[in-house]
């Protein structure tokens, strides 16, 4: 079906997250009509899983509760969750694009009630958490979800749960019989804040993240310090749920690496430097982090919140890129292996948890993008040939919150550009 | 010093990285190192020699001809490629180590009595000759290489070892006499002569 939501003076912004948020409002705020879309079922992206932004240690849930705001009084963004892009036809100032709208089961009845999350038994692995952690299969996405409405997993919809969830609904909110909808839509401009994954960490075989529970990421690290998480925010380590006061950070985990990622992902010294910080507050004088790193990048005015941490007595680094990790058996500690190269000092040290800065790579990489799309050595994307699309955010290069709004907003304003540009030809 | 080594000091002076670069093999790599320690953290050999593989090429930037020439680290190499296949930056750290020990072999200044060393001078030496490697020969100059009476203990220690091969037919006492060669012996000695030739031609040692 096509959808009259829709004309050549509309932009449509791919992804949901931070960067996405902002070329929408920003677009929207100047009175263009936009279409927002979002693969799954909230808005907020990877930006919602951080516990603290750098460098002011504020919590993200303040800029998301503004933008959120700012939507919400905004009749020109029409949101779509659960959406995908899937295929883009037409040329710079009118493409024809097609959308696939997976099925919520929940309707805009919901009043994020919670009876249905309490009638499901199924559990399934939490997403929001990086799945540390299940959740019931009729679930909200995180607190601050927006739309905020249930979800129904759709390997519950044909059970008994499926049934349960529907007659624990009081405003006959759960629609078990939604299909997957596929629709065409019309716009000028097209938006790409398709953002960023961590890198698999397990493919970086000499570090363990495969065989060693108590090896985990950056962005799991984060979860656990998020008193929303799936340890309440205390740092307890998985082996053994031991409070983890001893941690190690080891930097360029796949990044900077031509056998993984090669290129820098910016962000991850100064997420560690964060969390170095988060141990400290967790443990006061008892805590201990190592950062185990090649160089640390903290760019530009970061240089002053590096100069603080490497004040603090419970942080100490350490010049060394991790050769492996091995395991002691008799108490889980993970044991790093390396050299440092201050003074070429051989070591063999172990702590209680490791927590690996993995790099950012694009969330699409891998995936089948228009042709038009120009992406650069690392997958990142540079805009279409046409000069109808644009990347934003950390879909166009490593980017850490700041940077991806500013990012957005550029990309924003030449989108802007293209809708009056086809306007005065058509005017014309 | 060899003439070799005097000449290479007078033409690059004091730039020894650009020396390296010109004359050792996949030399033009070294500068591309940014000091992670991967390398020297994965090699099996590592608390077993002198200096690991980055602080060599630390060293080579820094000028330190003398101390890297004669660094016995080279010669440890057993050609595991754990280094390789770890470095993010994608150096060929077995081939530049090599490419290393065979410089500073040609100048000779790699270290005096290197076993490693002495066995591939051996072997290399053996081959050459004949155009096969003389097996009872090359170990028995394995045996005497430190001295008549050591030799004679090394070659009693392996008798045993020995008896058996020959009882096997792996082993012919008569190699010690001349020993089989090949057909075209004397064209096996051109062509290595030749390509040493290039190969000194190319790296500016003729």
Redesign the interface.
């Known amino acids: 079906m096509t959808a009259s939501i829709a004309t050549n003076q509309t932009i449509l912004v791919v992804g949901g997250g931070i960067s996405g948020m902002t070329a929408a409002l920003e677009a929207a705020e100047c009175g263009k009509q936009v279409i927002l879309v979002e693969k799954t079922p909230t808005l907020g992206g990877r930006t919602a899983q951080l516990y603290r932004y750098f460098p002011k240690m504020c919590h993200p849930t303040c800029g998301l509760e503004i933008n959120l705001r700012r939507l919400k009084g905004n009749p020109n963004v029409k949101v779509m969750t659960m959406t995908e892009v899937t295929a883009v036809a037409g040329a710079r100032g009118n493409y024809n694009v097609t959308l696939k709208v997976a099925p919520r089961y929940v309707n805009e009845n919901c009043t994020a009630c919670g009876d249905c999350g309490a009638a499901v038994k199924t559990e399934v692995a939490d997403a929001f958490n990086y799945g540390l952690g299940k959740v019931k299969a009729a679930y909200l996405p995180h607190l601050m979800a927006y739309p905020q409405r249930y979800v129904i997993d759709p390997s519950i919809v044909a059970t008994a749960d499926g049934e349960a969830a529907k007659s624990a609904c009081k405003y006959g909110a759960v629609d078990l019989g939604m299909k997957e909808e596929s629709l065409q839509i019309n716009v000028g401009a097209v938006v790409w804040a398709t953002g960023w994954r961590p890198f698999d960490a397990n493919k970086i075989q000499?570090y363990g993240y495969d065989r060693y529970a108590n090896v985990i990421t950056s962005v799991e690290f984060e979860r656990l310090a998020d008193p929303h998480g799936p340890t309440g925010g205390k740092l307890l380590r998985p082996s053994d749920g031991k409070e983890a006061k001893n941690i190690a950070f080891i930097q360029?985990a796949g990044s900077?690496?031509?056998?993984y990622l090669r290129h820098c992902s910016r962000i991850c010294c100064m997420a560690t430097l964060k969390q170095t910080q988060y141990v400290r507050e967790a443990f006061g004088e008892d805590a201990k982090s190592t950062v185990y790193y090649?160089d640390i990048r903290a760019i530009d005015r970061f240089e002053d919140f590096y100069a603080k941490v490497w004040q603090d007595k419970t942080v100490s680094f350490v010049?060394?890129?991790?050769?492996?990790i091995a395991e002691n058996a008799a108490n889980g500690n993970p044991v790093l292996?390396?050299?440092?190269?201050e003074g070429?000092h051989?070591y063999a040290t172990e702590h209680d948890l490791v927590v690996l800065a993995v790099g950012m790579e694009p969330e699409v990489k891998g995936v089948k993008l228009p042709d038009d799309i120009v992406l650069d050595s690392s997958n990142f994307i540079e805009g279409s040939k046409d000069g109808g699309m644009f990347g934003a955010g950390a879909a166009s290069s490593p980017l850490d919150v700041n940077r991806a709004v500013q990012s957005a907003t550029a990309a924003s304003l030449k989108a802007i550009q293209v809708i009056h540009k086809s306007a005065s030809t058509e005017a014309a | 010093m060899s003439d070799l080594n005097t000449q290479a000091v007078a033409r690059y002076k004091n730039n020894f990285l650009k020396e390296v670069e010109e004359r050792v093999e996949d030399g033009h790599w070294v500068k591309m190192c940014m000091q992670c320690g991967v390398c020297a953290g994965s090699c099996p050999l590592g608390p077993a020699w002198q200096h690991s593989p980055q602080k060599i090429f630390m060293m080579i930037r820094a000028g330190k001809r003398e101390e890297v020439l004669s660094s016995d680290s080279m010669w440890m190499c057993t050609s595991c490629y754990n280094c390789i296949v770890r470095c993010p930056r994608k150096l060929p750290i077995t081939h530049i180590m090599h490419g290393l020990a065979n410089y500073a072999h040609r100048l000779d200044m790699a270290p005096k009595g290197q076993p490693t060393r002495e066995i591939a001078r051996l072997f290399w030496n053996n081959l050459v000759k004949t155009g096969r490697v003389n097996e009872l020969k090359f170990s028995l100059a394995m045996y005497f290489k430190d001295g008549v009476v050591q030799g004679v203990k090394n070659a009693m220690a392996m008798q045993g070892i020995g008896l058996g091969l020959m009882k096997a037919k792996r082993l012919n006492p008569m190699e010690i006499v001349g020993g089989h060669t090949c057909k075209g012996k004397a064209d096996i000695q051109k062509i290595v002569a030749k390509a040493r030739e290039i190969e000194d031609r190319r790296r500016g040692l003729a």
Do not use: F, L, Q
């Not at chain 1, 900077?256 to 056998?259: I, L």
């Not at chain 1, 010049?319 to 492996?324: E, N, Q, T, Y």
């Not at chain 1, 292996?337 to 190269?341: A, E, W």
């Open positions: 000499p360029c900077r690496d031509e056998n090649i010049k060394s890129k991790v050769a492996r292996h390396g050299v440092n190269t070429y051989r």
